[in-house]
C-alpha cells in the first residue's frame, strides 16, 4: 500500500500547467474594463451582422445570375464584357452554369508566333529583324522537330504555372505516386499472406487478408481517380487549344476565308484539324503523362526495391535487358508517326467527300448524280482501306515481337532474377547476406522466409515488367503522338502565318507575279465612300501560284447617294470587285479605300448566294447580331416585322410559328424568300452603303424595284452587281466591265447622259443587224443539217435511208413501223 501511495499520476504536470493557464485567463477577464467588453460586443455584433449582409447579397446575386442564365439558356447569345469576354450559361443539373470566356490577347499571338513561324535567311526588314515564314515541311516522327513542336503547343495548353492545368497535372502526378506506394504495400502485403499461409498461422493470415481488402478499395478509388484525372486534363488541353485555334481562326482578319482559299496550306480544310485530329492529341499528350510519368517513377522504385532484394547482379541484368529491348524495338519499330499523320489526312478527305455531298445534296438530285458521287466515295473509302490494311499488316509482326519480349521473355527472366537468393545467396542483396550465417532457429525460418521473399520479389518483378511494357509500349504511342502533334502544329503555324501575312519568296528566288509575296497595294479604312484607284482585279491562287488578271486597272469613286451599277458579261471580274473591297482578296497595287466598320454605319455586302445561319427566325433577320445585340441597341420584335413587311416577308411570323421557331432555314424558305431575307437584314441594319451581288435575281422585277425603292428611301447608297438593265432606273452610274477585245476594259458612265443613251443605242443597233440576220443564220443551219444527214459509200454514191425512215416527213419514224 504505501508503494502505491508513492506512485504519482503521469498526467499531474500537464494538470497542474492547466490550472496555471486558467487562473491566468480568469484574472484577465475578471480585470477587463468595461469599455473593452462594450467594444468586443459591438464587433461580434458588426461580424455577425455582415456575415448575414454579404450572405444575403451574395443570395441574391447567384438567384439573378440563374435567372439570367434561364432567360439566355436558349438563345444564340451572350454578353460581352468591355474587355472582350463573352459569358454564357450552360445546362447544370437542375439550374444552369455561368461561364465566362476570355479571349486570346493579340500580344499573346506575337509572342507565340516566333514558335510557330520561323524567319527566312534572305528576309529582313529595313530595321534590321526578321521576317517570318512558313516552317520547313518535316515528316513527323520522334526527332528535334516533335519535341520543338509538342513544346510549342505546350505554351497554349498550360499559359501559366497557377493555371488549371497545372493544378490538374500535380493532382494527377500525386495520385500516380500513391498508385507506385500502394504497389509497393500490395506486394509486401501479398509475400506476407503467402508466409502465413504455408506457415499455418491463421489469425495473421484472416487479418492479412483484412489488409488485403482495405488496401483493395483505397487502390480501386485511386486508380479510378487517375482515370477521371487524366480525361479532365485532356478536355483541359482541348479546351485551351480550340479557343485558342477560334481566336486565331475566327477574327476580323478573315482567316477562316483565307484559310482554304488563298493559302491552301492545309489542304480541304481546317474542320478534321478541328474536330478530329486536335481531339486525338489531346487524348494522346493527357495519357504520355500517366503512360510515361508513372512508369518511370516505378522504374526507379522497383529497381531500388529489388536492388536491395537481390543485390546489384540482379540490378546490372535488369537494366541491360532494358537497353536490349529497347534497342530491339526501337530497330524494328515501324514510322508509326507518318503512318498516323497520313491516315489523318485520308480521313479527312473521305470526311470531306462526304460534307460536299451533304452540303450539294439537292443540286446532286437534280442532276442525278448519285452513281458519280458514289464513285467517289467509295475511291475515297477505298484508298483509305488500303491504307489501314497496309497499317495492320504492319502491327502484326510487330506485335508478335513486342508481346513476345515483353510478356514472356521478361517473365522469364524474371523467374531467373528471383531465383538468385536461392541459388547464389552471396549475390542475394542487402537483405540476403544473413542466409550464410545464422544458428538452429534462423534457419528454420529461412524456409518460411524464402516464400516471402520470393512472392514479394515477383510481384515487384511483375510491375516492373508492366512498367517497362507500358515504357516500350510508349514508343508506339509517342509516334502516333508526334503524327497528331504534326497536324495540329500545321494548323496553328499554318494560321498565324495567315494571321500575319508572312508570305514571302524563298531566298535567291522571285516571287510569281500576282502572289500572296507580291502584295503591294494599300487599303484606307475610315473613308466616306468606296474608291478604287489604279487597282487590278485579280483572281488569286494558292499561295505561292500567282493570280489571273481579269482587269489590269480599275479606277472609280462612290460618294454617299452616289448609286452604282456593275455589269458585264459572266466571269469579267464583277463579284471580284466586291471580294477586294471587302478584304477577301488581296489588293495586289493601287489604293483601296473604304468605310471602317463593316456591317452598321459602315457598308455591307450581300453575297450571290445567301446564308442563313442556325438559330431562331429572329436570328435571321438581324444577323450577324444576337438578340442581346438588338435588345442593347433599343430594337423589339415589332420592329423586326415591320422590315419584313418592307421586305414583302411579313408573312413569315405567322406561317413558321413565331420569331423564336428553330428550323433548317435553307431547306425551308424558297429562293426568291432567302434573297428577299437578305435585304431584309440590309433594311435592319441600315448601313450607309451596301454591295448587292445578284441579290434580287430570284425576285419578280415589281418586287425588285419596290426593295431598291425601299432601300434607298432608308439613305443606304447602292453598288449593285447584275446583268439586269432594268435596274438602271434605281441608280445613277454604271461600270460595264468586259470590254475591249481581250475583255481586260471597262467603262464608267452616269446614266442618262448623252454618251450613256449613245452607249445604249449602238447596242441597240447592234441587236438590231443580229436580228436581221435570224433568217440567213436558220437557212444555213438547214443546209448543214442536209450535209450531216447525208451517208457516203465508197465510189462517191449516197446510201439511201433505211426503209424504216420516211424521207418526205423530214426524216421522222414511219408511224406503220411504230
Not at 378 to 388: A, I, N, Y
Amino acid at each position: 500500500m504505501a508503494a502505491q501511495s508513492t506512485l504519482r499520476n503521469p498526467y499531474d504536470p500537464l494538470l497542474a500547467l492547466y490550472n496555471h493557464y486558467a487562473a491566468i485567463l480568469r484574472s484577465r477577464v475578471t480585470h477587463t474594463s468595461k469599455l473593452t467588453k462594450l467594444l468586443s460586443t459591438i464587433t461580434f455584433t458588426l461580424t455577425i451582422l455582415g456575415v448575414g449582409y454579404g450572405g444575403n447579397r451574395w443570395y441574391r446575386r447567384r438567384r439573378a445570375e440563374k435567372e439570367t442564365g434561364k432567360r439566355l439558356l436558349r438563345r444564340n447569345s451572350g454578353l460581352r464584357g468591355k474587355d472582350g469576354s463573352r459569358t454564357i450559361y450552360v445546362p447544370y443539373q437542375d439550374s444552369t452554369s455561368k461561364v465566362v470566356i476570355h479571349p486570346t490577347k493579340p500580344t499573346t499571338f506575337d509572342a507565340h508566333r516566333r514558335l510557330f513561324l520561323q524567319p527566312p535567311r534572305a528576309a529582313r526588314l529595313a530595321d534590321g529583324s526578321n521576317l517570318q515564314a512558313p516552317p520547313p515541311q518535316i515528316k513527323p516522327g520522334l526527332n528535334l522537330a516533335f519535341l520543338h513542336q509538342f513544346l510549342s503547343l505546350l505554351n497554349i495548353m498550360i499559359p501559366r504555372w497557377n493555371s488549371k492545368e497545372t493544378g490538374l497535372l500535380i493532382s494527377h502526378g500525386m495520385f500516380l505516386m500513391l498508385r507506385t506506394y500502394l504497389s509497393l504495400v500490395v506486394a509486401r502485403l501479398d509475400g506476407e499472406i503467402v508466409r502465413d499461409l504455408v506457415a499455418g498461422n491463421g489469425k495473421a493470415f484472416l487479418w492479412g487478408i483484412v489488409k488485403w481488402l482495405g488496401v483493395g478499395s483505397f487502390g480501386s478509388y485511386t486508380n479510378a481517380m487517375i482515370k477521371f484525372l487524366q480525361s479532365k486534363v485532356s478536355i483541359a488541353f482541348r479546351t485551351r487549344l480550340t479557343r485558342y485555334i477560334h481566336d486565331l481562326y475566327l477574327n476580323p482578319h478573315l482567316n477562316y476565308y483565307k484559310l482554304s482559299n488563298l493559302d491552301g496550306g492545309i489542304g480541304q480544310g481546317a474542320d478534321q484539324f478541328i474536330t478530329q485530329d486536335l481531339t486525338l492529341f489531346c487524348a494522346s499528350a493527357a495519357s504520355l503523362y500517366s503512360s510515361l510519368g508513372k512508369p518511370f517513377v516505378d522504374l526507379c522504385v522497383f529497381n531500388y526495391q529489388l536492388f536491395r532484394s537481390l543485390g546489384p547482379l540482379a540490378l546490372s541484368g535488369l537494366l541491360a535487358n532494358y537497353f536490349l529491348t529497347a534497342t530491339i524495338l526501337r530497330r524494328l519499330s515501324p514510322p508509326f508517326g507518318k503512318l498516323k499523320a497520313v491516315e489523318g489526312r485520308r480521313e479527312g478527305d473521305f470526311r470531306a467527300l462526304h460534307s460536299r455531298l451533304i452540303a450539294n445534296a439537292e443540286e446532286v438530285a437534280f442532276y442525278g448524280g448519285d452513281q458519280m458521287e458514289r464513285h467517289f466515295l467509295e475511291k475515297g473509302f477505298k484508298e483509305l482501306k488500303h491504307w489501314m490494311e497496309g497499317i495492320y499488316s504492319l502491327k502484326i509482326r510487330y506485335n508478335m515481337l513486342e508481346d513476345f519480349v515483353l510478356k514472356y521473355s521478361w517473365s522469364a527472366f524474371g523467374y531467373l532474377i528471383t531465383s538468385l537468393p536461392v541459388f547464389l545467396p552471396t549475390w542475394g542483396g542487402l537483405d540476403g547476406a544473413p542466409e550464410l550465417i545464422g544458428g538452429v532457429g534462423e534457419r528454420q525460418n529461412r524456409e518460411r522466409n524464402r516464400m516471402k521473399d520470393f512472392i514479394t520479389n515477383k510481384r515487384l518483378m511483375l510491375s516492373l515488367a508492366d512498367a517497362g511494357g507500358r515504357m516500350m509500349y510508349s514508343i508506339k504511342d509517342l509516334s502516333e503522338l508526334a503524327g497528331y502533334t504534326s497536324r495540329v502544329y500545321m494548323l496553328i503555324s499554318t494560321l498565324h502565318r495567315v494571321h500575319a501575312d508572312a508570305y514571302y519568296p524563298l531566298p535567291g528566288t522571285r516571287p510569281e507575279l500576282y502572289s500572296l509575296s507580291d502584295i503591294q497595294g494599300t487599303i484606307h479604312k475610315g473613308f466616306d465612300g468606296v474608291r478604287l484607284e489604279h487597282v487590278p482585279v485579280v483572281a488569286p491562287s494558292l499561295y505561292p501560284m500567282g493570280g489571273e488578271d481579269l482587269i489590269e486597272s480599275l479606277s472609280f469613286i462612290v460618294h454617299s447617294s452616289e448609286h452604282l451599277l456593275i455589269t458585264g458579261p459572266n466571269g469579267v471580274g464583277k463579284s471580284a470587285v466586291s471580294r477586294i473591297v471587302a478584304g477577301l482578296w488581296p489588293t495586289y497595287r493601287g489604293l483601296v479605300s473604304r468605310p471602317r466598320s463593316v456591317g452598321v454605319d459602315g457598308i455591307m455586302f450581300l453575297p450571290q448566294r445567301p446564308y442563313l445561319s442556325t438559330g431562331t427566325l429572329r436570328d435571321q433577320v438581324i444577323y450577324p447580331h444576337t438578340e442581346v445585340d438588338m435588345k442593347d441597341s433599343g430594337r423589339r420584335d415589332f420592329e423586326l416585322s415591320q422590315v419584313l413587311g418592307e421586305a414583302k416577308l411579313g408573312y413569315l411570323p405567322d406561317r413558321e410559328g413565331g420569331w423564336d421557331t428553330r428550323k433548317d432555314w435553307k431547306d425551308v424558305l424558297s429562293g426568291g424568300e432567302k434573297q428577299r431575307m437578305g435585304i431584309a437584314r440590309l433594311l435592319y441594319h441600315e448601313p450607309r452603303y451596301a454591295f448587292i451581288d445578284e441579290g434580287t435575281s430570284a425576285v419578280s422585277s415589281d418586287v425588285e424595284g419596290l426593295l431598291y425603292e425601299m432601300a434607298k428611301a432608308k439613305g443606304i447608297t447602292l453598288i449593285t452587281i447584275s446583268t439586269r438593265a432594268s435596274l438602271k432606273r434605281y441608280h445613277t452610274y454604271t461600270l460595264t466591265l468586259g470590254l475591249g477585245d481581250n475583255g481586260d476594259e471597262w467603262e464608267l458612265q452616269r446614266i442618262g447622259t448623252e454618251s450613256e443613251k449613245s452607249s445604249v443605242e449602238k447596242e441597240l443597233r447592234e441587236l438590231r443587224e443580229r436580228l436581221a440576220k435570224v433568217e440567213e443564220w436558220k437557212q444555213r443551219k438547214e443546209e448543214i443539217e442536209d450535209e450531216l444527214n447525208k451517208v457516203w459509200v465508197d465510189g462517191g454514191e449516197e446510201l439511201p435511208p433505211p426503209p424504216y425512215v420516211d424521207s418526205e416527213n423530214d426524216g421522222q419514224v414511219s408511224p406503220t413501223l411504230t
